[in-house]
């Protein structure tokens, strides 16, 4: 008679809800790492939020130089900042201008926003241009660009701890990790639209240009997917955007060309 097996092989069915008890134990740590960050940035001292900029900047102001474009857009990021609330006059913006042709721009601890020329060669008038940067104001108002960091510091840390550094979790893992990311980064960027807008108006007293950019830029993508980028869909930054100001009943008038300079 053959000897009974003991210890019989780990079914499918077994490994399948290990695997399930795994992500779901991952999910937890990630919305209670995510919830206690939320807290954390309010109560960053700006002298950290500052040493932190050190630490970033100096990575896009070696791709700078002091130009007559640099000094333009502080001029018009100035404009801006005259409208922001009281708490946020102490602060010290300051813009880096990047000579690449990536589309993007970044605010960055230590209030330094980043501002790539593929990204100003698509603006297309001094009102969407001002949106943008009023966009990333907005950023700074809601502690995103320290959220983010946080984020980006802790939650790895904490995978790799739960995980043992084995690959394969890992993995796993850091698959979440995006998917949770993406959509806090929707939000992120739907709440600093709004913001945006609404220092475009204290500006001009309309918001013609509010749409303009992300308009353009919906119309070179074929792919529209707004559940997996980090920043929503262009389309539906507009809907979102017009849904504003419509609601906030703001008037549209005519844009103002951008500076002959620029």
Not at 7 to 13: I, W
Not at 170 to 199: C, H, M, P, R, W
């Amino acid at each position: 008679m053959a000897p009974t097996n003991r210890n019989p092989p780990t079914s499918n069915r077994q490994l399948l809800i290990i695997l399930s008890i795994f992500l779901s134990i991952i999910l937890c740590i990630i919305w209670l790492i995510g919830l206690l960050i939320d807290n954390l940035v309010w109560i960053v001292p700006p002298d950290v939020e500052t040493k932190l900029g050190t630490l970033i900047a100096p990575t896009y102001e070696k791709l700078s130089q002091p130009s007559q474009t640099q000094d333009i857009l502080n001029q018009l990021l100035n404009k801006l900042e005259s409208n922001l609330p009281s708490e946020q006059h102490k602060r010290d913006y300051q813009i880096i201008y990047v000579p690449d042709k990536t589309v993007n721009a970044l605010a960055l601890p230590g209030d330094r926003i980043v501002i790539f020329d593929g990204l100003l060669k698509q603006a297309e008038s001094e009102n969407e241009l001002m949106m943008i940067l009023g966009h990333e104001l907005g950023h700074f108002a809601n502690r995103d660009h320290l959220r983010s960091i946080l984020r980006q510091l802790i939650l790895p840390i904490a995978l790799a701890s739960i995980t043992g550094n084995n690959d394969l979790l890992v993995s796993v893992a850091s698959g979440i990790t995006t998917f949770s990311d993406a959509k806090y980064s929707q939000s992120q960027e739907s709440q600093a639209d709004e913001i945006g807008l609404n220092l475009l108006y204290k500006t001009y007293g309309h918001v013609a240009g509010a749409t303009d950019f992300f308009n353009r830029l919906s119309k070179q993508k074929n792919i529209d997917i707004a559940f997996l980028s980090t920043h929503p869909a262009p389309q539906q930054r507009v809907k979102n955007l017009q849904r504003l100001i419509k609601q906030k009943n703001y008037k549209i008038k005519n844009v103002f060309p951008l500076p002959k300079e620029l």
